[in-house]
């Protein structure tokens, strides 16, 4: 079988096709800052409890939000992200890391049971 490249030669460079765009920047479902190189696809609805929709969240937004709320009270308030923000060590955090970068990691509290 031939070879499809020749054996002492470099490989070809591809040309950039016009459709390998670099990928569009969603917002934070939680802060709604951009999302970095890190994205966490969280489910707002718990699977254990039946949720199937997931949404964009940076690793710390996610963090707080299992920090401060049960499974059974993220069920309760499902894709109202106006419930969540109303608690106010969320509404906290949200005002805190409002003017971070997008890829800013912190350690966050632990959950309050």
């Known amino acids: 079988m031939a070879r499809k490249h020749p054996k002492h030669e470099p490989y070809p460079v591809p040309e950039p096709d016009e459709d390998d765009a670099p990928p569009a920047i969603v917002a934070c479902w939680l802060c709604g800052r951009p999302t970095g190189k890190a994205v966490v696809w969280h489910h ?51 005002d805190w890391v409002a003017n971070k970068d997008p890829d800013f990691t912190a350690t966050t509290a632990k959950k309050r049971r």
């Open 44 to 94: 707002p609805v718990p699977k254990s409890r039946g949720g199937r929709d997931v949404v964009p969240m940076h690793p710390i937004c996610q963090q707080t939000l299992m920090a401060n709320f049960t499974n059974s009270e993220l069920q309760r308030h499902g894709m109202d992200v106006d419930a969540l923000l109303a608690h106010p060590d969320v509404r906290k955090f949200v």
